[in-house]
């Protein structure tokens, strides 16, 4: 058990260009969790999968943010056309997906955006 | 929608004091709870849960009780050290809504 790891640790971008993040989760963990972490704040949930299925999407989640989870196993997460608002710690987090099971979080992916 | 709201920080102690962050949540059905801690440069980890009302969640001289009745999840401990100082997050988890909701956590400083 490697734990979660995420990829990048940090990016910095220009408005307007595109990002992408990858997670990979507690290998056999089959639900992978997408949240963003601002200053101040508790983590606010983005998505989730079960395998390889999007199975909820949050309204935070605007049509320039798309996540993957092909095969199952690891997960992206695109912003396209960043904006300054869209600056936050972008966490990952898996779980067996046994009832009430707890979530394993990654060290996140802190973005900014100039 | 479900909610948690916790006691706002920073909470500045010294060390082998008592410790009390409140926690209140809003549900519609019957929600785990939980309490997840972020060490300084680390990831979130869970500290405890529970499951039903009345159960009691503990680890590493914390402990939290699901109470039903307040609608309420305290964290607590007797004697705090300084490798305490963390962010605290309340949190819940509605099992028809699979996912977890967390409020917007409590700074605690410990000092020596």
């Known amino acids: 058990d490697t734990g979660v790891s995420q990829d990048p640790r940090h990016k910095i971008t220009k408005r307007g260009q595109n990002v992408t993040f990858r997670c990979d989760p507690i290998s056999e963990h089959n639900r992978l969790y997408w949240y963003r972490q601002t200053l101040g704040q508790g983590p606010e949930f983005l998505t989730y999968f079960q395998n390889e299925a999007q199975l909820e999407k949050s309204r935070l989640l605007s049509d320039r943010f798309s996540a993957e989870r092909p095969k199952g196993s690891f997960s992206t997460l695109e912003i396209q056309r960043t904006e300054q608002g869209d600056s936050a710690m972008y966490l990952c987090a898996s779980s067996p997906g046994t009832d009430y099971s707890p979530l394993h979080f990654g060290n996140g992916t802190r973005l900014t955006v100039t | 929608g479900d909610s948690v709201t916790q006691m706002e920080g920073p909470v500045t102690l010294s060390e082998e004091a008592c410790l009390t962050i409140n926690c209140t949540y809003t549900a519609t059905g019957y929600p785990s709870l939980f309490w997840y801690v972020q060490y300084p440069g680390e990831g979130l980890q869970l500290l405890l849960k529970?499951?039903?009302?009345?159960d009691k969640g503990s680890n590493k001289g914390f402990e939290a009780t699901y109470r039903k009745e307040t609608t309420s999840f305290h964290l607590e401990k007797g004697s705090v050290q300084v490798s305490d100082s963390a962010v605290y997050f309340c949190a819940l988890s509605d099992l028809k809504d699979d996912k977890i909701i967390f409020g917007k956590g409590t700074r605690l400083h410990i000092l020596p």
């Open positions: 529970a499951t039903k009302a009345d």
